[in-house]
């Protein structure tokens, strides 16, 4: 089977009946003029008119704390039926309307050692003991 693997991936996803969000941090989609996104779900997908809808991950209500709390207990996850919101209660997404073909390159990251502060880690620990 031949796979269009930039394309074509992300059609599987559009198309796959076990619409699952993605995790965050996990799939960063980078776009022609490189910007880059994170991916939480492809929503639609339209090969005649080459546009795609996809749902991505908005940080904007997260601190820079908050971000490094997230990325620790992604690292902690290993059961991909995790709702995104049980990671953090400010966790949004928002919907990017693209041209398929402005997609440049997309990016499984797999690295479970995400870089944390100090601080992120002393803020885990106290939610933990709060539990």
């Known amino acids: 089977m031949e ?3 930039i394309e074509g991936w992300l059609k599987i996803i559009a198309e796959s009946k076990d619409k699952k969000p993605i995790l965050p941090f996990t799939v960063e989609v980078v776009m022609k003029d490189h910007r880059s996104y994170y991916l939480r779900d492809v ?3 339209d090969d ?3 546009t795609a809808l996809i749902k991505i991950y908005d940080f904007r209500g997260l601190s820079k704390q908050d971000k490094e709390i997230v990325k ?13 919101e049980e990671i953090h209660p400010y966790l949004d997404w928002a919907n990017l309307r693209v041209n398929i073909k402005d997609i440049m390159y997309c ?9 944390l502060g100090v601080e992120a880690v002393k ?9």
């Open 123 to 131: 803020m885990l620990k106290k939610m933990k003991a709060q539990d």
């Open 43 to 45: 929503a639609e997908w």
């Open 72 to 84: 620790l207990k992604i690292s902690n996850i290993y059961n991909r039926e995790t709702k995104p």
């Open 48 to 50: 005649k008119s080459g």
């Open 107 to 115: 990016v499984e990251w797999h690295d479970r050692v995400w870089p």
């Open 3 to 5: 796979v269009n693997y």
